[in-house]
């Protein structure tokens, strides 16, 4: 199995100061392999590092990031197949998330979990949102 690993360049405006955490935690911002774009669980944390108050901002930041790394492998969020979120006090937070996740995804929407979870890597954070995403349908890749 051929698989190609999406480096985060270190100037990343979008994800600035936050590309250590890669090599700190051992794992690749996205893997593809058989046609597909893994990408691993995406935070809202901000480029400096700090982490918004709420989940909306938390959101954005989240799925930008998610944009960001499908730019580099030049998709957009229509190649999104299948996306799942894990929040932090599901019931409190719900509603600023499908707030702000529809005013950033669109049609043709991926299949999408939503799993409510005591508590994400860093205290703050409140949502968490990993996706694959489908290349088009040639034979190039």
Do not use: C
Request: charged share 25%.
């Amino acid at each position: 199995m051929t698989t190609h690993t999406v480096e985060i360049p270190e100037d990343s405006e979008v994800f600035g100061q936050t590309t250590g955490a890669f090599a700190r935690f051992g794992y690749s911002a996205a893997v593809r392999a058989h046609g597909l774009l893994f990408i691993a669980g995406t935070i809202g944390r901000r480029a400096d590092g700090t982490i918004p108050d709420t989940v909306e901002e938390q959101t954005e930041i989240a799925v930008r990031r998610i944009e960001e790394i499908l730019r580099l492998e030049n998709l957009d969020l229509t190649a999104l197949v299948d996306v799942t979120s894990y929040h932090v006090d599901i019931h409190r937070h719900l509603p600023g998330f499908v707030e702000a996740k529809q005013r950033l995804i669109k049609a043709p929407y991926p299949t999408w979990s939503i799993i409510g979870v005591s508590g994400l890597a860093s205290p703050g954070l409140l949502v968490e949102i990993r996706a694959t995403a489908a290349y088009p349908d040639d034979t190039s890749r």
